[in-house]
Structure formats: structure tokens, C-alpha cells
């Protein structure tokens, strides 16, 4: 059995929690990693997420414009650390570097 750096750990955690709308079970699978495993350490890293829905509502409605600037500025966070956690991934299974 492979030992995870300590590193890849936290960063396979911090997606989950940057990833609101994923399960445990997607982003498992986006990292090629076993779904109890990521499991087990969102529990170790004490990792949560709200539940259930916002008590918070904004005093009025963004403008479709402003929504869709938000909601393509969150995709690109997005993008940009699944590919950092690639390009890490990446450089360590080659071999160019420990973690």
C-alpha cells in the first residue's frame, strides 16, 4: 500500500472543500483516489462544509451579467487548483521531485 505525502493530502482536501456542489465520491474520482480514502481525511483534517441551504439572501438580485461574471470567476478558481494538484501530481509520479 502507497503513503500519500502529506501535501497531496491537504490538497486533495482543500478541492473538496473549495468544490461545494461535489460529493466526496466525485472529487475522488477527479483525483483518481479511492473515495473512503478522501473521506478519511476530510474527517482527519476536521474539514466540513455547511449543510443544508443559506439562511443568507442578498438584498437584491444580481444582475445576469454580475451572476455570470461570479459564476465564471469561481470556475476558474476552480480550474486553477485541480491543475496546480495535476501539476503536482504529475512532477511527483515522473519522479522530478519528492513532496
Known amino acids: 500500500m ?11 482536501v482543500a478541492l473538496y472543500q473549495s468544490w461545494p456542489e461535489a460529493t ?6 477527479d483525483l483518481g483516489s479511492n473515495p473512503e480514502t478522501l473521506r478519511n481525511w476530510v474527517r482527519a483534517a476536521g474539514a466540513s462544509r455547511p449543510r443544508g441551504r443559506r439562511t443568507e439572501v442578498p438584498a437584491e438580485p444580481p444582475t445576469p451579467l454580475e451572476a455570470e461574471n461570479a459564476a465564471l470567476r469561481k470556475k476558474v478558481r476552480e480550474l486553477e487548483e485541480e491543475r496546480e ?3 503536482k501530481a504529475a512532477k511527483y509520479f515522473t519522479g522530478e521531485t519528492r513532496w
Open 2 to 12: 502507497k503513503n500519500c505525502p502529506p501535501q497531496s493530502k491537504a490538497d486533495s
Open 85 to 87: 494538484i495535476l501539476r
Open 24 to 29: 466526496i465520491r466525485q472529487v475522488a474520482a
